[in-house]
């Protein structure tokens, strides 16, 4: 499995969110919970947009949303999630 991140996904995780390719890495390594599908219309993509939640090495938690493609990962964005994605995770992801 490898995880491709472009060059624009970078620059907003850095920029905006502030987190770092490693703390993805982290974040798929350390995932116990199921992959959730993002229903919503505004976001529908064909394979599906996935996501979870996830600690990183130190313990940040971060909202990982991707897209599986054969064997590669394509990484759509990773952020601190909020209460209500947090609270959507606990319902359906465990």
Not at 15 to 43: I, P
């Amino acid at each position: 499995m490898a995880i491709i991140i472009s060059q624009k996904t970078q620059e907003k995780l850095a920029q905006k969110h502030h987190v770092t390719a490693e703390e993805v890495s982290q974040c798929f390594a350390n995932r116990d919970g199921k992959l959730l599908v993002d229903t919503r219309e505004e976001h529908a993509s064909d394979p599906a947009t996935q996501w979870f939640i996830s600690e990183t090495d130190l313990g940040r938690k971060l909202k990982i949303i991707f897209i599986s493609k054969g064997a590669n990962i394509y990484l759509r964005s990773a952020f601190v999630p909020n209460e209500i994605e947090l609270g959507i995770y606990k319902k359906y992801g465990y």
